[in-house]
């Protein structure tokens, strides 16, 4: 079945740094890859997605870089402030129109120092 | 998301006990969702609903069923608790249709079987 790598499992960063957390997904049908932000005790919340059709997308500090051939997708955050720190999960999905179920990858703790 | 809501919130119980945890949503949605979470793990997708009378296995169904009442409400239940059931449960809810594939989480459940 689809399988989703994540990795790494922990980042410790400087306060504006910048992270990059990366994903390769198994299922070269998959079209939709978001990530989600999760804060200690919340539930996860979606920070930025792509879609098969585009190679990057941007949102202020946070950028999603997807490379079909390859298998692999990769999140991308800029100027890390404390608020950043979280655990940080990909996701991908052959979209709506088939059965929309959202395979995660394990996780990326991210911590960044003041 | 206030328009999804989980109850219990917190749950502690014994093995053996039946457990239902609820989840409804507001949103009008027609897909409803179970995941379970454990640490370094990431979500796992135990069964989705794409509307009352559609039910479908995720991939770690065993030792839990479920049921959709009504398109807003989906309940899951552990028919003979075990102790490596403990663990985190979120309910999400999405929109069938092309450009809608972004799943919205409830606040979790954490569950403790003894």
């Known amino acids: 079945g689809e399988n989703v790598e994540q990795h790494p499992s922990t980042l410790s960063v400087q306060e504006g740094d910048s992270a990059v957390i990366k994903c390769t997904y198994s299922d070269s049908a998959s079209n939709y890859f978001p990530w989600y932000k999760q804060e200690l005790g919340k539930r996860p919340q979606l920070i930025i997605d792509?879609?098969?059709?585009?190679g990057e997308k941007k949102d202020q500090r946070i950028a999603v870089t997807l490379n079909k051939t390859a298998k692999h997708f990769s999140l991308h955050i800029t100027e890390t402030q404390p608020e950043d720190s979280a655990v940080y999960f990909c996701?991908?999905?052959?979209?709506?129109?088939?059965?929309?179920?959202?395979?995660f990858g394990q996780g990326t703790t991210l911590q960044v120092k003041p | 998301d206030a328009d999804v809501t989980q109850t219990p919130r917190n749950r502690i119980t014994k093995t053996g006990k039946r457990i239902m945890l609820e989840c409804s949503q507001t949103?009008?949605?027609?897909?409803m969702y179970w995941y379970r979470q454990d640490p370094g793990l990431g979500l796992q997708l135990i069964y989705y609903?794409?509307?009352?009378?559609?039910?479908n296995k995720g991939e770690i169904s065993d030792g839990y069923s479920v049921s959709r009442q009504a398109q807003a409400k989906f309940s899951l239940s552990l028919e003979s608790a075990i102790p490596n059931q403990t663990a985190l449960y979120f309910c999400a809810t999405s929109a069938s249709g092309k450009s809608t594939d972004t799943q919205y989480f409830g606040p979790g459940t954490r569950l403790t079987v003894l």
């Open positions: 609903s794409f509307d009352v009378k559609d039910i």
């Open positions: 996701a991908a999905s052959k979209g709506s129109s088939n059965t929309g179920k959202l395979i």
């Open positions: 949103k009008g949605h027609d897909r």
């Open positions: 792509i879609r098969s059709n585009v």
